[in-house]
C-alpha cells in the first residue's frame, strides 16, 4: 500500500539549496535595511558603569547606537512550558539589556546600527564601555550549589551495592560543548507600525512568534516569524535568543529594516551551549552479571539567572533491568550564558557516563560487553512500570556484533594488530525517547491538479519539506512533483518544535487526517458542483483514488480527476484541517506504553603509539527507530550524529578562561569538531519494526539516537586498543601519550 | 574592522616607497602589503591589525617559479602555495616542502595563500586574536595572558616571559630544514637573509616577529641545490586528522651512506616561537648509525631546552616522538 513512504526520496528542497536559492534568514534583504551588531561585555561579572557612545555615533552612517536607555521598553516572557501553539519557552529568560548587571562573558550591552554591516562593526568597536569588574566564577570542577534532587528511585541502591560482589564506582566528565551549525543566529526584522515580521533561524516558529509577541509587548497576531530554510541548528536555535528582540526592538524604534546576524564568536557566549555535566556512576552486579544496583548522581553547570537541567537520567530508568536504582540531579551556577539543549540533551552526556560505566563492569566481570547487555534486558520500563510500546535492542546488539564481526574481537588490551597499528574494538548501547508534540497541518486540492500541505513546523536540514510532501503525496495518491509542501510560517497551522525526534511523529496523524478531511470535502464537492457527473448522488457513494473520484466498486480509472469538480465549483480548492495530540514527553496524558528508539555502536579505532595517534577507523551503528520514512534522509541522520559524535569524543570543548571568563577559543580553528579526514567507514543499519503504538505509520524520530552512546562506545574502544580509560572527554593525545 | 586605503600597484618601487612611510614593518604597522590575504584580512578583521594602506602586490611580476643555474630553485613572493606544492620540481627534489604545505590549512586556503606570507604568517594565540585581552605582542607592555591561561597549542622552545606563541607555519619548518634564503628589496636595495636569520626570538620585544624593516618587500625565496642522495620528510601531528595547526611537526632532510648519517637537516614546527632549527640534534646524528637510539638521542638534544607551560608539558615527549617518527620514515 505505501509505495512512497520507505522509498529512498532525494530532497524535494535540494535544486533549490544547491543552486543558492533558497533563502536563508540573513539572505533576505529589503529596502531601506540597515545592519545592527551587538557590542559585547569583555568582563564576565560586574557592572555597566558607563557607556560613551560619544565617537561611534558621529561615525560615517551610523544611525544609532542603542543601550538600557533608548531601546524601548522589552518585557521578559512569562513561560508557558506546555508544548503546542501556546508555548512559551526560552532559556536566557532575561530581557537584552534590562539592567547593567553582568553575568557572563560577552552578554550584549549595547547594539550599533548604521547603513553597512562594516559601518556598524565599526561602531560597535567605538563603542566605549566601563565597568565595575568581579571575580567571574568559570570554575570547571562542580560542586553542587543547589539542593540534590532524586529523578528517579527504586528498591535500595545503597544497600545493594554495599552487599555486591562485583563493583564499578567511577566520575565521568563531559566539558562543556558549543552548537557550531554552519548557519549563524541571524534575524532580520520588520516593523510596519502595527505588525512585526521576523526573519529567523528558528526550530519553533511558533513557540518564537509567542515569545517575541511578549517580549515586544504587541498580541501574537501582529508577530510573524519565517524560517524558510536552515542550515542546522542541533538544539540551539529551539528557543529565541535576545538577539531576536534586539533586532526587532531596533526596527521599531528606528522604523527600518533591521539585520542582525551574530559572530562566530557570539555563537560560543549568547546563543546557548551543551553545559559541562560531572557524573558519579555506581553500578553492581552478581558474579554472573546481573545488575543489582545502578546509581547516577549528576551536576551540571547553568547560568547565573536560570536554571537549565541537562536531563542526564533520561534513559537510564528504563535502559536496563535493574531492581535498585537511585538517579540525582544537582545545579552549579557559573558566570556563563544559559546552556540550552543539545541534540541529545541529557541521554547522550547520560549514555556516555552509563555505558562507559557498563563496559568497565564488564572487564571487572570478565563478561563480553555485548553478553551483559543481553543478559540485563528488561521486560518492561521498569522506571515507569510500563510495557515498552516497541523495544528490539536486543537485535540491535545482535546484528551490530555480527556485522562488525565482533566475534573476531579478542578482549586482551593492545591484542589486535592491522598493518602495524594497533587496534580497539568497543561498543555502548543508546537509548532515546520517542513521542510527539501536538502539532495541526492543512492539506489542500486545488484547481490545477496539485495539491498544498502545509503546517507551521520547520525544516532544519534533516528533510522535513520531503517527508511532508511524501506523506501528503501517498496519501492523495499524487506524485510528489504535484505536491507542494510549505513549512516555516507563523500563518501557516501551528506545528511542531523541530527537537526532540518528535517532528516527524508529529507531522504524521496531523497530515494524514488533513488529506483525508480534503478527500471528503472533495467527494462532497463532486456530489453538489454543477453540471457534475455525480451530481444528486451520495458522497458515501464515491471513492478517490490516486487523483481520481469514481463510485464505489468501480475501477479508478473510470473515474474524473479531482480538479475538474473543482472547476465545476468554480473554487480554487477544498481543504481539509488535520491535528494530532501530543503523546510521551512532549505530552498531556499519561502514557500506557514506554516509547523509545534503541540502537547500538561498534567502534574500531587504530592507535600508533609511536606517534600517539589515535583514529576512529570503522563505526557500524544499528539503530530501531520504528518505520524509516526516508532511507536516504535517515541514513544521513544517523551518519550526521556519528560524525558528531565522534567530535564530541575526540575534539570538542569549549574552554573558559579562568581570569575572564571568556570562551577563549571561540571560533572554527581553535574549537575542534570533526573534519571529513577524520570520518571512516560508516555502516548504518535499521532494524524495522513499526511502533503502531505511537502513530499509524510506526515512525519514531532519527534525528538524536545517532550521537548517543557515540562516545562511550569510543572510549570504550580506545580503552581496548591502549588501555587507558579515560573518563574525561574529549580523549586527547595527552591522555593517551604514556 | 577600520576603514583603509586599498592600492593595486604593479610596480615594486612604488610599493616599497608606500611600505617606507610605515613607522614599523612589525605589529602595528600603518602600511600592509596584501597577497592571498589570508592572515592579514583576518586579522583586520578581528582589530588585530589596522593598517591604513593596504597594498595589493598581486600583479607584481613574482608569481613564478624558476630552476636557477646552479641546480637550486627561485621561488616567487607570490606564488601560491597550491602551486607550490604541486610543482614538479619541488615534488621531485624538495618533498619536505611539498608535504609541509599541503599538511597546512584547506584546499581554498592554500590556494590563495603565497610564499611571502607564509614566512609572515602570524601566531594563532587565542589572546593575541583577542583584543580585549592583554599580549606583548599585539599591545606591547600589556602583559601576556597566555602564559598563565589556555596554553595549550603555544611554543615550548624559544619562549620568554613576554611571550609563548607558536609559529604556526607548516611552511617555514620545511624552509627552515632546506635552509632556505629568503630574498628582500627595501628602500636602500636588495639584500639576501638565510632564514634562520630572518624570524626573531620573542624576547623582551615579541611585537618583533622577523628583520623585515619598513617598506621591505620579500620578492622571492631561494633554495639550494638538494644534497645529494638526500631524502626529506615531513610529518606533522595534530589533535584531528586535517586542518589544524600542528601540535608537533618535524621536517627532517637526511643523507645516509653505509649504514650512517652524514648529513641532516632537522626543523621542528608547532612546538618554536619561530621555525625551530635544531643543529643539535644535527650534530647528534651526523656520523651515527641509523636506528631508533640515534634518532632518539638526536631528538632529546632537540628538545633539552624545553620550557612547558601549565597545559602543553605533553608536547616535549610528543615532539620527539615526531621527530624519531620522521627520521624513521626518511630513512627507510
Not at chain 1, 543566529?185 to 511558533?206: K, R
Not at chain 1, 484541517?577 to 510521551?584: D, F
Request: net charge neutral; with cysteine; aromatic share 6%.
Amino acid at each position: 500500500m505505501m509505495s512512497v513512504i520507505g522509498r529512498a526520496q532525494p530532497r524535494v528542497d535540494g535544486p533549490l539549496k544547491v543552486s543558492g536559492k533558497a533563502l536563508y534568514a540573513s539572505d533576505h534583504r529589503f529596502p531601506g535595511m540597515v545592519y545592527a551588531v551587538p557590542v559585547c561585555s569583555t568582563i564576565a561579572n560586574g557592572e555597566i558603569q558607563g557607556i560613551d557612545t560619544s565617537a561611534a555615533s558621529l561615525m560615517p552612517g551610523v544611525h544609532a547606537i542603542f543601550h538600557r536607555e533608548n531601546i524601548g521598553t522589552l518585557f521578559r516572557a512569562t513561560v508557558n512550558h506546555e508544548f503546542g501553539a501556546d508555548m512559551v519557552h526560552l532559556d536566557e529568560t532575561r530581557a537584552p539589556l534590562e539592567d547593567d548587571v553582568i553575568r557572563y562573558y560577552g552578554q550584549y550591552v549595547a547594539l550599533a546600527v548604521a547603513d553597512t554591516f562594516e559601518r556598524a562593526m565599526a561602531a560597535a568597536d567605538a563603542v566605549k564601555v566601563t565597568y565595575r569588574s568581579l571575580q567571574p566564577n568559570v570554575d570547571g570542577q562542580l560542586a553542587p550549589e543547589t539542593n540534590r534532587k532524586t529523578e528517579s528511585e527504586r528498591g535500595d541502591p545503597a544497600k545493594a551495592f554495599g552487599e555486591a560482589e562485583v563493583r564499578v564506582d567511577q566520575t565521568y566528565d563531559l566539558p562543556p560543548e558549543t552548537h557550531n551549525p554552519i548557519e549563524l543566529h541571524a534575524s532580520v526584522a520588520l516593523w510596519d507600525g502595527t505588525t512585526f515580521t521576523l526573519y529567523e533561524t528558528s526550530q519553533g516558529v511558533v513557540n518564537h512568534r509567542n515569545v517575541l509577541a511578549q517580549m515586544l509587548g504587541v498580541s501574537k497576531e501582529n508577530v510573524r516569524v519565517i524560517t524558510k530554510f536552515m542550515g542546522s541548528g542541533f538544539g540551539g536555535k529551539l528557543w529565541p535568543w535576545t538577539q531576536s528582540a534586539l533586532a526587532a526592538a531596533a526596527a521599531r524604534q528606528l522604523d527600518k529594516p533591521v539585520k542582525l546576524v551574530v559572530s562566530r564568536r557570539m555563537m560560543f557566549q549568547n546563543v546557548g551551549h551543551r553545559p559541562r555535566v560531572q557524573q558519579r556512576i555506581r553500578l553492581s552486579a552478581t558474579r554472573d552479571g546481573r545488575l543489582t544496583s545502578l546509581r547516577q548522581d549528576w551536576v551540571n553547570h547553568t547560568s547565573i539567572l536560570d536554571d537549565y537541567k541537562e536531563n542526564c537520567g533520561e534513559a537510564t530508568p528504563q535502559m536496563y533491568s535493574v531492581p535498585n536504582l537511585r538517579i540525582t540531579s544537582a545545579l552549579a551556577r557559573r558566570n556563563v550564558g544559559s546552556p540550552s539543549p543539545m541534540r541529545g540533551p541529557g541521554a547522550v552526556p547520560g549514555l556516555w557516563a552509563t555505558e562507559s560505566a557498563m563496559d568497565e563492569l564488564a572487564l571487572k566481570l570478565g563478561i563480553d560487553p555485548v553478553e551483559l547487555r543481553l543478559i540485563n534486558e528488561p521486560e518492561l520500563d521498569e522506571g515507569l512500570k510500563i510495557p515498552f510500546s516497541s523495544r528490539h535492542l536486543k537485535e540491535c546488539l545482535t546484528t551490530g556484533a555480527s556485522r562488525f564481526g565482533w566475534a573476531e574481537r579478542d578482549p586482551r588490551v593492545g591484542s589486535m594488530k592491522r598493518d602495524g597499528l594497533t587496534l580497539g574494538w568497543g561498543m555502548a548501547g543508546c537509548s532515546w525517547q520517542a513521542a510527539r508534540f501536538p502539532c495541526a497541518a492543512a492539506v489542500e486540492l486545488r484547481d490545477d491538479g496539485t495539491a498544498r500541505v502545509s503546517c507551521a513546523t520547520q525544516d532544519i536540514g534533516t528533510g522535513t519539506y520531503t517527508i511532508v510532501a511524501q506523506l501528503a503525496g501517498e496519501t492523495l495518491g499524487l506524485p510528489i512533483d504535484k505536491v507542494e509542501a510549505v513549512l516555516g510560517d507563523t500563518q501557516l497551522p501551528a506545528g511542531p518544535l523541530s527537537g526532540g525526534s518528535a517532528a516527524t511523529a508529529a507531522v504524521v496523524p496531523a497530515v494524514l487526517e488533513a488529506a483525508g478531511k480534503a478527500i471528503d470535502a472533495l467527494l462532497a464537492l463532486a456530489t453538489t458542483a454543477p453540471g457534475s457527473k455525480f451530481a444528486g448522488r451520495k458522497a458515501a457513494d464515491l471513492e478517490y483514488t490516486s487523483g481520481r473520484v469514481h463510485p464505489k466498486g468501480e475501477p479508478a480509472t473510470s473515474g474524473i480527476a479531482f480538479e475538474t469538480f473543482l472547476r465545476l465549483g468554480n473554487l480554487g480548492a477544498v481543504s481539509g484541517l488535520g491535528s494530532s495530540e501530543g503523546c510521551g514527553a512532549f505530552g498531556t496524558t499519561k502514557p500506557k506504553f514506554s516509547s523509545h528508539s534503541f540502537g547500538a555502536h561498534f567502534v574500531e579505532v587504530t592507535w600508533q603509539p609511536e606517534i600517539a595517534r589515535l583514529r576512529v577507523s570503522r563505526v557500524v551503528t544499528v539503530i530501531d527507530a520504528g518505520r524509516i520514512l526516508n532511507p536516504l534522509a535517515g541514513r544521513n541522520q544517523i551518519e550526521g550524529a556519528v560524525v558528531m559524535g565522534i567530535g564530541m569524543s575526540l575534539f570538542e570543548e569549549t574552554s573558559y578562561d579562568q581570569r575572564t571568563g571568556a570562551p577563549i577559543n571561540s571560533n572554527l580553528a581553535d574549537y575542534i569538531v570533526a573534519a571529513n579526514a577524520d570520518v571512516p567507514a560508516l555502516e548504518v543499519h535499521f532494524v524495522e519494526y513499526p511502533d503502531t503504538k505511537l502513530n499509524a505509520l510506526g515512525a519514531r524520530g532519527i534525528g538524536e539516537i545517532g550521537l548517543a552512546g557515540v562516545a562511550a562506545a569510543i572510549a570504550n574502544a580506545v580503552y581496548h586498543a591502549t588501555g587507558v580509560r579515560v573518563r574525561e572527554l574529549p580523549i586527547t593525545i595527552e591522555d593517551l601519550l604514556t | 574592522m577600520q576603514s583603509f586605503a586599498f592600492i593595486r600597484t604593479e610596480d615594486a618601487s612604488t610599493a616599497i616607497a608606500s611600505g617606507a612611510k610605515s613607522k614599523t614593518a612589525q605589529q602595528g604597522a600603518s602600511v600592509r602589503f596584501v597577497a592571498g590575504g589570508t592572515t592579514l584580512i583576518d586579522l583586520m578583521k578581528l582589530n588585530v591589525e589596522r593598517p591604513e594602506h593596504v597594498i595589493d602586490i598581486n600583479r607584481l611580476p613574482l608569481d613564478r617559479i624558476e630552476p636557477l643555474a646552479d641546480g637550486g630553485l627561485k621561488i616567487g613572493a607570490t606564488v601560491r602555495n597550491s602551486d607550490l606544492a604541486n610543482h614538479a620540481i619541488v615534488q621531485r627534489d624538495y618533498p619536505v616542502l611539498s608535504q609541509a604545505i599541503l599538511a597546512g590549512a584547506s584546499a581554498q586556503l592554500r590556494n590563495m595563500a603565497t610564499t611571502g606570507g607564509n614566512l609572515l604568517q602570524r601566531t594563532r594565540c587565542m589572546y593575541f586574536r583577542d583584543t580585549a585581552s592583554a599580549c606583548n605582542k599585539r599591545e606591547p607592555g600589556t602583559g601576556c595572558s597566555a602564559i598563565f591561561g589556555a596554553n595549550r597549542t603555544l611554543a615550548i622552545l624559544g619562549t620568554s616571559e613576554h611571550c609563548i606563541a607558536t609559529n604556526p607555519s607548516d611552511m617555514n619548518v620545511a624552509m627552515a630544514a632546506l635552509e632556505a634564503t629568503i630574498h628582500v628589496q627595501g628602500i636602500n636595495g636588495a639584500r639576501s637573509i638565510p632564514i634562520g636569520d630572518f624570524h626573531l626570538l620573542p624576547g623582551s620585544t615579541p611585537d618583533r616577529e622577523t628583520v623585515l624593516e619598513p617598506g621591505d618587500l620579500i620578492t622571492h625565496v631561494t633554495l639550494a641545490p638538494p644534497a645529494p642522495r638526500s631524502r626529506s620528510f615531513y610529518l606533522k601531528l595534530r589533535d584531528r586528522a586535517s586542518y589544524e595547526f600542528a601540535l608537533a611537526s618535524a621536517a627532517v632532510v637526511v643523507t645516509v651512506e653505509g649504514g650512517r648519517v652524514t648529513r641532516a637537516r632537522i626543523a621542528l614546527g608547532g612546538v618554536g616561537t619561530k621555525p625551530w632549527r635544531s643543529t643539535e640534534a644535527e650534530a647528534l646524528l651526523t656520523g651515527e648509525p641509523v636506528g631508533e637510539p640515534t634518532f632518539r638521542r638526536a631528538a632529546n638534544a632537540a628538545l633539552r631546552d624545553a620550557r612547558p607551560q601549565s597545559q602543553n608539558g605533553f608536547k616535549v615527549e610528543l615532539a620527539k616522538r615526531c621527530l624519531v617518527h620522521a627520521l624513521k620514515e626518511a630513512t627507510l
